[in-house]
């Protein structure tokens, strides 16, 4: 079983920035596709970023393309979301997700088998 646990939310102005961080436990780092993924009251679960097991490939939501940066740290077992350039539509919970297996739909919530609690961020204009 895979437990995944997000820090680094809170609430930040308009052009600022946040690090998010996501820490797995219970398999190894290496085997999991990871991604990240944000939800607003009443809506659906949205893509964000997706970076495969050695961090080779990355994919952004075109609406952070540019603005958000993920990588990994396999000594740290995390995954982190740099987010600069932060926007009031930017607020949400964001999740950290994992799947033990490459997937080519990497921005559908079914792909993947573990999720973190959610972090909150809130983004003030």
């Known amino acids: 079983q895979v437990q995944l646990v997000e820090s680094g939310g809170g609430l930040v102005q308009a052009g600022g920035s946040l690090r998010l961080s996501c820490a797995a436990s219970?398999?190894?780092?290496?085997?999991?596709?990871m991604a990240w993924f944000r939800q607003t009251p009443g809506n659906d679960r949205q893509f964000v970023a997706a970076i495969t097991f050695t961090g080779g490939d990355i994919y952004y939501a075109e609406s952070v393309k540019a603005r958000f940066t993920i990588s990994r740290e396999p000594a740290q077992n995390t995954v982190y979301l740099q987010m600069n350039s932060l926007k009031p539509e930017d607020t949400a919970v964001y999740y950290c997700?994992?799947?033990?297996?490459?997937?080519?739909?990497?921005?559908?919530?079914?792909?993947?088998?573990?999720w973190g609690q959610g972090t909150q961020v809130t983004v003030s204009s």
């Open positions: 219970g398999r190894t780092f290496s085997s999991l596709f």
């Open positions: 997700a994992a799947v033990p297996m490459a997937t080519f739909y990497y921005s559908d919530v079914k792909s993947y088998d573990y």
